[in-house]
Antibody, heavy 121, light 108 residues
């Protein structure tokens, strides 16, 4: 059974870089069938897609965050990661990792449980 | 960027009644639309994809429809476990994948 588990610091200082990892079990990040993505949700607010990566390393980012975001994949560890630079309080959110097909089938089929990241000094 | 607009923001419904949730796209997304259910403290759960198709394990009381750029999620007879927030999401033209602002279905 597929499981996605986010991990990383729960507290990040303003202007620093937020780093999270999603560990995948029950599926392979080297599969050609799926993309691996990050979505966030500020407390009490809606969902925002951050970016996704394909096993080849091809990345797709939300233009509103593109200058600060890097998503990478480590197929040997069956993990993918998110880095968000120059964080502010507005980046405080629950961060989810997810799996989705590509192209015009990109519904977010599987989600991790989410991890809260607070940006504060 | 395709903007998704959901209405109403909050829907108050008696258990057993029908709930109708709306989602409008700012331009055509064909039927490349998904609906998610999110309960407090939980990750979203995929309910509907391709505008009409229920995801695995989703009860038949959930159904999706489309008229042009207007999409509807209908819950035919609300059960206690259906009170939650519902989001629509388009994947027709991405990046970016975009979500609506959500509709909270609450007990009347």
């Amino acid at each position: 059974q597929l499981q996605l588990q986010e991990s990383g610091p729960g507290l990040v200082k303003p202007s620093e870089t937020l780093s999270l990892t999603c560990t995948v079990s029950g599926a392979s990040t080297s599969s050609s069938d799926y993309y691996w993505g990050w979505i966030r949700q500020p407390p009490g607010k809606g969902l925002q897609w951050i970016g996704s990566i394909y096993y080849t390393g091809s990345t797709f980012y939300n233009p509103s965050l593109k200058s600060r975001v890097t998503v990478s994949v480590d197929t040997s560890k069956n993990q993918f990661s998110l880095k968000l630079g120059s964080v502010t309080a507005a980046d405080t959110a629950v961060y989810y990792c997810a799996r989705h097909p590509g192209g015009i089938a990109a519904a977010l089929v599987n989600w991790g449980q989410g991890t809260l990241v607070t940006v504060s000094s | 960027e395709i903007v998704m607009t959901q209405s109403p923001a909050t829907l108050s419904v008696y258990p057993g009644e029908r709930a109708t949730l709306s989602c409008r796209a700012s331009q055509s997304v064909s039927s490349n639309l998904a609906w998610y259910q999110q309960k407090p403290g939980q990750a979203p759960r995929l309910l509907i994809y391709g505008a009409f198709t229920r995801a695995t394990g989703v009860p038949a009381r959930f159904s999706g429809s489309r008229s042009g750029t207007e999409f509807t999620l209908t819950i035919s007879s609300l059960q206690s476990e259906d009170f939650a927030v519902y989001y629509c999401q388009q994947y027709s033209n991405w990046p970016p994948l975009t979500f609506g602002g959500g509709t909270k279905v609450e007990i009347k």
